[in-house]
């Protein structure tokens, strides 16, 4: 039977001047540069595209020689809730589906890319594709985010030391949501 299309592959174009922060959180099992069992991705901007690499490295095996399917779902959820960032909508994952159209060995290097497919209300769309070394999509995953104000964070920011506070800079001082 054939596969149904996981991937709409419209793309909204991002905001004139959009830019995004390295990290929001440093401790971001993502992208967080302080988090030193985390995928530490560098997420940028290329067109209407959010892009990172994700080189697999040993502890993200699964099965003998291959990539965890967990480890490269967090790489492709973090890499679309930057695209909600460069649309400077704060948003939480609400459904996370993701197709793995091949294996994805171990040592090998896979590029994200990652769009707006379709925003309504608090929904986003968002899509994202995983090419091998040779331009081979062997990841595909789409994620319906939902837009939060601010203040779904306010619980948990409520218990952070005033260090870990002030380590949010970007993200509380509103530089990067109006």
Aim: hydrophobic share 45%; aromatic share 6%; charged share 20%.
């Amino acid at each position: 039977m054939p596969r149904s299309p996981l991937l709409t592959r419209a793309v909204m174009p991002v905001p004139a001047g959009a830019t995004l922060p390295p990290s929001l959180n440093p401790d971001c099992l993502g992208c967080g540069p302080e988090n030193e069992h985390g995928l530490r991705m560098q997420p940028s901007l290329e067109g209407d595209r959010v892009v990172a690499d994700l080189h697999l490295v040993p502890w993200m095996a699964g099965g003998p020689g291959v990539a965890h399917g967990g480890a490269l779902a967090t790489f492709f959820d973090e890499l679309m809730g930057y695209v909600a960032v460069v649309f400077r909508v704060p948003a939480v994952t609400a459904r996370l589906e993701i197709d793995f159209l091949r294996p994805v060995l171990i040592g090998a290097r896979v590029r994200g890319e990652a769009w707006l497919a379709h925003r309504e209300g608090r929904r986003l769309l968002i899509e994202a594709a995983g090419m091998d070394a040779n331009g081979e999509v062997c990841v595909e995953a789409r994620s319906l985010y939902l837009a939060v104000g601010l203040d779904h964070f306010s619980e948990a920011l409520a218990g952070l030391s005033q260090e870990q506070l002030a380590r949010l800079g970007p993200f509380r001082a509103g530089e990067f949501y109006p």
